[in-house]
C-alpha cells in the first residue's frame, strides 16, 4: 500500500528519511512531496537579542526553522566565534525549551541542551514551561514562524510567564507543490493514507488532493502528526483516520499500520 507524505525530505547527508525507513517495516511504501517554502527574516535582530542572554529567561523552540534561522547566523565567522566563546555557556545556565525530536536534536547541533522534547506538541510544552517557571521572571525568548499557533504564548501570559516573541521566518507554498502533487497522482494512482504534518500544509495540499482523488477520496485514510494538524483537517471537513501518539517516525507508523488494517 501506498502512503504519500506531504513533508520535506530529511536532509540527504543524514541518510534515508526516518518515516519512510520506518512505514517500510510496515512494508508501506512511502513518498515524499514539499509542501512548504520558508524564507528567513529579522536574522540581524535575531542575533542581536541571541547576544544579550542576560536579559532573558531562557529559549523556547516550536520549530526545526527557528533553529535553522540560528544556524544561518552562525555561518558567519565573527558571530560563530562568539556564540563559541561565550554565548553558548550563557544561555546553557538558562532553559532551552522544545517540541519534538527534531527541534531537540537541532538544539544540541549549536550546543545547547533541550529539554521538554517528550511534551510533543505546544499545549503540553506550555505545561511543562508553567511547572518550572515563576510568573514575572525574565521573559522567555521564542523565535517562530510568522503563522505560529497563539496556544503556547496564550497558556503563558495567563499565568503571567513573560514570553518575547520574534518572527525569523515566513511560510508560503512550495513552487512545484501543484506539479508535484499531479505527477504523483498520475503515476502512482490514489494512495492509501495521506499523511499531514502541519496545519499550513493542510492550507496549501488538501483542496489539490481533493481535487485529483475525485469521487476515490473517501477511500484514502488520512493522518496527522499532531493535534494541532488533526484540528486543521477536521476544521476542514475532513474525517482524521489517525494522529501519532507522538511526533515520531515511529509513532506515526504504528498509526498508520493500525489505521490501514481497521475495517470501517
Not at 121 to 144: Q, T, V
Not at 170 to 176: G, L, V, W
Not at 196 to 207: A, D, H, M, Y
Request: net charge neutral; proline share 6%; charged share 20%.
Amino acid at each position: 500500500m501506498k502512503v504519500l507524505l506531504l513533508k520535506d525530505p530529511k536532509d540527504k547527508d543524514s541518510g534515508t528519511d526516518p518515516y519512510i525507513k520506518e512505514l517500510g517495516s510496515y512494508s508501506l511504501e512511502a513518498t515524499l512531496i514539499p509542501v512548504l517554502s520558508f524564507e528567513f527574516t529579522s536574522l540581524d535582530s535575531l542575533f542581536d537579542k541571541l547576544s544579550h542572554p542576560e536579559c532573558y529567561g531562557g529559549l523556547v523552540f516550536t520549530s526545526p526553522r527557528a533553529l535553522e534561522a540560528i544556524k544561518i547566523c552562525l555561518k558567519e565567522k565573527s558571530k560563530k566565534e562568539a556564540w563559541s566563546k561565550s554565548l553558548k555557556q550563557m544561555w546553557n545556565i538558562k532553559p532551552t525549551y522544545v517540541v519534538g525530536k527534531a527541534t531537540a536534536s537541532l538544539v544540541e547541533e549549536i550546543g545547547l541542551i533541550p529539554q521538554g522534547e517528550k511534551a510533543g506538541n505546544a499545549e503540553k510544552l506550555a505545561e511543562y514551561i508553567c511547572s518550572r517557571e515563576k510568573p514575572n521572571s525574565s521573559a522567555l525568548l521564542f523565535p517562530c514562524g510568522a503563522l505560529k499557533r497563539e496556544v503556547l504564548p496564550t497558556v503563558l501570559r495567563e499565568k503571567g510567564i513573560p514570553l518575547e516573541s520574534l518572527t525569523v521566518y515566513q511560510t508560503s507554498q512550495h513552487p512545484d507543490l501543484q506539479e508535484s502533487l499531479s505527477s504523483y497522482f498520475s503515476q502512482q494512482g490514489i494512495p492509501a493514507s495521506v499523511v499531514f504534518f502541519s496545519p499550513s500544509g493542510v492550507k496549501f495540499c488538501l483542496q489539490h488532493i481533493q481535487k485529483l482523488s475525485g469521487d476515490l477520496i473517501n477511500q484514502v485514510k488520512f493522518a496527522a502528526i499532531g493535534p494541532s494538524t488533526a484540528e486543521a483537517l477536521q476544521g476542514a471537513g475532513i474525517a482524521v483516520s489517525c494522529t501519532a501518539g507522538s511526533p515520531t517516525a515511529p509513532d506515526l507508523a504504528a498509526a498508520i499500520h493500525r489505521a490501514l488494517h481497521t475495517r470501517c
